[in-house]
């Protein structure tokens, strides 16, 4: 618990370079677990290290870790942050397909989906994960869920 509260600190910070001395730790002493990936995936993007953090995903799912709604956001806000929405919509697709249970989105993830769509001006992936959040998911739209559309129709005016 400790390294993960360190690590992501340091990512907090952008110090990569200690962030990923402590991950290395953790992996050494077998200690890693998904709150651990989440903090070096996020670390990675703080830093603007895209494919670093998805190259740490990927190794994550190769060792037999089990991806979680934390983790996959975390990678869908880097995705969004790069406007990458091909590949957060196929994390995002690939959440709601896990085997043998699906990977429900919180607010949080639809909330960075949204955002994402807002940066490349895809209103009508926007519509649909609004409406896919509220009637399949059952979730509870926040003001920032309101606020994305609404902005994008304020930049188009």
């Known amino acids: 618990m400790q390294i993960n509260n360190s690590i992501a600190q340091h990512g907090k910070r952008k110090e990569l370079d200690e962030a990923m001395a402590l991950f290395r730790e953790a992996l050494q002493l077998n200690c890693d677990n998904s709150h651990t990936y989440a903090a070096i995936i996020n670390a990675n993007i703080r830093c603007g290290k895209l494919a670093a953090a998805s190259d740490i995903y990927q190794q994550m799912l190769k060792k037999g870790r089990?991806?979680?709604?934390?983790?996959?956001?975390?990678l869908l806000k880097g995705y969004c942050l790069m406007e990458d929405?091909?590949?957060?919509?196929?994390?995002?697709v690939s959440m709601l397909s896990n085997k043998p249970t699906a990977i429900i989105p919180n607010i949080r993830t639809i909330n960075t989906m949204l955002r994402g769509c807002i940066f490349i001006g895809e209103v009508g992936l926007c519509e649909l994960l609004t409406a896919t959040a509220q009637r399949e998911h059952k979730l509870q739209l926040d003001i920032t869920s309101w606020e994305y559309p609404v902005s994008y129709t304020h930049l188009t005016l």
């Open 66 to 74: 089990k991806k979680d709604v934390i983790i996959c956001t975390t």
């Open 85 to 92: 929405m091909l590949n957060a919509v196929e994390l995002y």
